[in-house]
């Protein structure tokens, strides 16, 4: 089983930046892709960023591209967002998530409880 927990929201001027780190602990030696979500208030959770387990695929959210940068480092079992130019809308509970390696399946076995990032402007 593994254990997910993000650290690093706060609340920040737009435009500023800010960096999300989740750490994995428990069974993480088949940890594979792991991956950042955010959920607003009354809207349905949204993909933002995922990275592979040797980061030679990263995949990122039409709303985030080119202004943040997902990033991990497996000996540290830890993974980060980096995100730049934040805006009021980028204001949401931000999740981290993990799948096991190999996986084919399209769920994320393993969530943390999520830290909140708000935005004013």
């Known amino acids: 089983q593994v254990q997910l927990v993000e650290s690093g929201g706060g609340a920040v001027q737009a435009e500023a930046s800010l960096r999300l780190s989740c750490v994995a602990s428990?069974?993480?030696?088949?940890?594979?892709?792991m991956a950042w979500f955010r959920q607003a208030p009354g809207k349905e959770r949204e993909f933002v960023a995922a990275?592979?387990?040797?980061?030679?695929?990263?995949n990122y959210g039409d709303s985030v591209k080119g202004r943040f940068t997902v990033s991990r480092d497996s000996a540290k079992k830890t993974l980060f967002l980096q995100m730049n130019s934040v805006k009021p809308e980028d204001t949401a509970v931000y999740f981290c998530a993990a799948k096991t390696y190999p996986s084919t399946s399209q769920d994320w076995e393993y969530w943390g409880q999520g830290t909140q990032v708000t935005v004013f402007s």
């Open positions: 428990g069974g993480t030696l088949n940890l594979g892709t």
């Open positions: 990275v592979s387990r040797y980061s030679h695929s990263i």
